[in-house]
T-cell receptor, first 113, second 114 residues
Framework: AQSVTQLDSQVPVFEEAPVELRCNYS??????LFWYVQYPNQGLQLLLK??????LVESINGFEAEFNKSQTSFHLRKPSVHISDTAEYFC???????????FGQGTRLTINP | NAGVMQNPRHLVRRRGQEARLRCSPM?????VYWYRQLPEEGLKFMVY????????ESGMPKERFSAEFPKEGPSILRIQQVVRGDSAAYFC????????????FGQGTRLTVV
């Protein structure tokens, strides 16, 4: 069975500081990997995804994540955060060919001015 | 192209009542998923449906919960005889492709059982 572990439940950082949200997964088969962002009282929005090809994927708002197969990780990074990045971030995995996402428990990113 | 539409956004039910949650997928999407988010937890898969078919219900509780996606109309998640432990946010997602390479989520229905 697949599982996703987000190692930090909360991450407080100062504005303009770099941040890394950690995600590790376990799976016996090839996977797709996703990061979703959830703003307060909103649904989930896809931030970025890894399906195949380059192991480094980027979002339009400055986030990036790198798929590391040997370490089974898909950590999310941003070199300089903004107040508007305050949200909960969920890492998710899906078997290639499967139809459901398995989510981690989420990391609450809090940006302090 | 409207996104995934869920209604109601908030639903309050007394213990023992029925809750009906609706989800209209994005136009052109024929794959619908339901997830439940309990307080302070991540989302947990409940059920995957295509039009008129339940494909995977491995995450559905065995009793009181049912889901459908009729030929016409929205997908419905029904919870009979609700209990306090059913209080959660229920999210619907849809995708156009198989396998699931991207799911688009609705804003959720927050169910409170009093």
């Amino acid at each position: 069975a697949q599982s996703v572990t987000q190692l930090d439940s909360q991450v407080p950082v100062f504005e303009e500081a770099p941040v890394e949200l950690r995600c590790n997964y376990s799976s016996s088969v090839s996977v797709y990997l996703f990061w979703y962002v959830q703003y307060p009282n909103q649904g989930l929005q896809l931030l970025l995804k890894y399906l195949s090809g380059s192991t480094l994927v980027e979002s339009i708002n400055g986030f990036e994540a790198e798929f590391n197969k040997s370490q089974t990780s898909f950590h999310l990074r941003k070199p300089s955060v903004h107040i508007s990045d305050t949200a909960e971030y969920f890492c998710a995995v899906s078997d290639k060919g499967a139809q459901k996402l398995v989510f981690g428990q989420g990391t609450r990113l809090t940006i302090n001015p | 192209n409207a996104g995934v539409m869920q209604n109601p956004r908030h639903l309050v039910r007394r213990r023992g009542q029925e809750a009906r949650l609706r989800c209209s997928p994005m136009k052109g999407h024929s794959h619908v998923y339901w997830y439940r988010q309990l307080p302070e937890e991540g989302l947990k898969f409940m059920v995957y449906l295509q039009k008129e078919n339940i494909i995977d219900e491995s995450g559905m509780p065995k009793e009181r919960f049912s889901a459908e996606f009729p030929k016409e109309g929205p997908s419905i998640l029904r919870i009979q005889q609700v209990v306090r432990g059913d209080s959660a946010a229920y999210f619907c997602a849809s995708s156009p492709l198989q396998p699931n390479t991207e799911a688009f989520f609705g804003q959720g229905t927050r169910l409170t059982v009093v």
